[in-house]
């Protein structure tokens, strides 16, 4: 069935430093990829995305890749900083249902000072 | 530009009792989607609505039913609210050829 394997739940770094979160899907058919920020007691907001014919995206501190053979994708945020804590979702849509998205149940980070 | 407005912001509700829950997009998009949210479970699908007259759905429909009045409403209702759908509702709009989506505030619902 359709679905999107999130990891880790939860992730701790110091400012500063790096933060890696992982995503697996199960339809190889899937050919959009967005990231989502939801800080506390806020709406989901699209941080980046990425599309199946490209193998990495960069905004600034944060990027995504994407291994299509292996059907997983991640984010990573360099120099981290207190403002980047909030719970990261990713999200993955599937073929057959239009601008379908199927989310991850989503990584909280914390940076701390 | 409001975006996606959701009403209400809360509610409490009483096991049986019935609402809806309302969402509006003023961007034109052509579909718009349903999601309830639950600590450690991310955001899972409810229905969704691909287009105006259009409704289909989602991983968790059961306990559900929408309307997708026109093209910048649509609607969720609870028939017979129970405490297994105490959640945050959110509703979102995108374009239909895809790209991601722009969500509402949210609507935190508890079933009592």
């Known amino acids: 069935g359709e679905n999107v394997e999130q990891h880790p739940s939860t992730l701790s770094v110091q400012e500063g430093d790096s933060a890696v979160i992982k995503c697996t899907y199960s339809?190889?058919?899937?050919?959009?990829f967005p990231w989502y920020k939801q800080e506390l007691g806020k709406r989901p907001q699209l941080i980046i995305d990425?599309?199946?014919?490209?193998g990495e995206k960069k905004d600034q501190r944060i990027a995504v890749t994407l291994n299509k053979t292996a059907k997983h994708f991640s984010l990573h945020i360099t120099e981290t900083q207190p403002e980047d804590s909030a719970v990261y979702f990713c999200?993955?849509?599937?073929?057959?249902?239009?601008?379908?998205?199927?989310f991850g149940a989503g990584t909280r980070l914390a940076v701390h000072p | 530009n409001a975006g996606v407005t959701q009403t209400p912001k809360f509610q409490v509700l009483k096991t049986g009792q019935s609402m809806t829950l309302q969402c509006a997009q003023d961007?034109?998009?052509?579909?718009m989607y349903w999601y309830r949210q639950d600590p450690g479970m991310g955001l899972r699908l409810i229905y969704y609505?691909?287009?105006?007259?259009?409704?289909d759905k989602g991983e968790v429909p059961n306990g559900y039913n929408v309307s997708r009045l026109n093209k910048r409403e649509f609607s969720l209702r609870l028939e017979s609210a129970a405490p297994s759908q105490t959640s945050v509702y959110f509703c979102?709009?995108?374009?239909?050829?895809?790209?991601?989506?722009?969500f509402g505030s949210g609507t935190r619902l508890t079933v009592v």
């Open positions: 961007m034109n998009h052509n579909s």
């Open positions: 339809d190889s058919a899937s050919n959009y």
């Open positions: 609505s691909a287009s105006e007259g259009t409704t």
């Open positions: 990425i599309r199946s014919n490209v």
């Open positions: 999200a993955a849509r599937f073929s057959g249902g239009y601008n379908k998205l199927i």
């Open positions: 979102a709009s995108s374009e239909s050829g895809g790209g991601g989506y722009t």
